[in-house]
């Protein structure tokens, strides 16, 4: 045998030696496969989906708060420019360019590209699967983007 199958079969074997463990049967459960509901209590996963909910909405409203000042701040100096005379813009090319891209929008609005659908299709499946999760990332994250 070669080093890397050797090292290959030690890692192999602390996987098992591992599953082995009563800690490790307790926190993942011997089946590692399927749905949340399943393996742990729903105490359990209400608050890892609130405290994973809470961590989301707290960095989405930093996050927010940051991209906001950054676009509002852009567009304030747009304008101090344009009023100063450093910049000329173009207002009907604006408007013509920004028509078009509604009408690019309206088109390709109808029906929703198959990639979407099928992304849409297993977040469904996972919610229902998941409920008591989900339920709580959602309370987390309002509670998130309230503090």
């Not at 070669?2 to 009563?22: C, G, I, N, Y």
Request: charged share 25%; aromatic share 10%; proline share 2%.
């Amino acid at each position: 045998m070669s080093e890397k199958d050797t090292e290959t079969f030690d890692v192999m074997e602390l996987a098992e030696h591992v599953k082995k463990q009563r800690w490790w049967n307790k926190m993942f459960g011997k089946n590692n496969s399927g749905p949340v509901a399943e393996k742990y209590s729903v105490a359990t996963q209400l608050a890892i989906g609130g405290v994973s909910g809470w961590c989301a909405g707290y960095l989405f409203q930093k996050v927010g708060k940051l991209a906001a000042s950054a676009v509002g701040g852009g567009f304030f100096l747009l304008q101090i420019a344009h009023h100063t005379g450093y910049i000329q813009i173009d207002w009907k090319r604006v408007e013509r360019d920004v028509n078009k891209a509604k009408k690019q929008l309206k088109l390709s609005s109808d029906k929703p590209p198959k990639e979407v659908r099928t992304k849409f299709n297993e977040v469904q499946v996972f919610v229902k699967n998941n409920i008591v999760l989900t339920g709580g990332f959602a309370g987390g994250f309002l509670i998130g983007l309230a503090s």
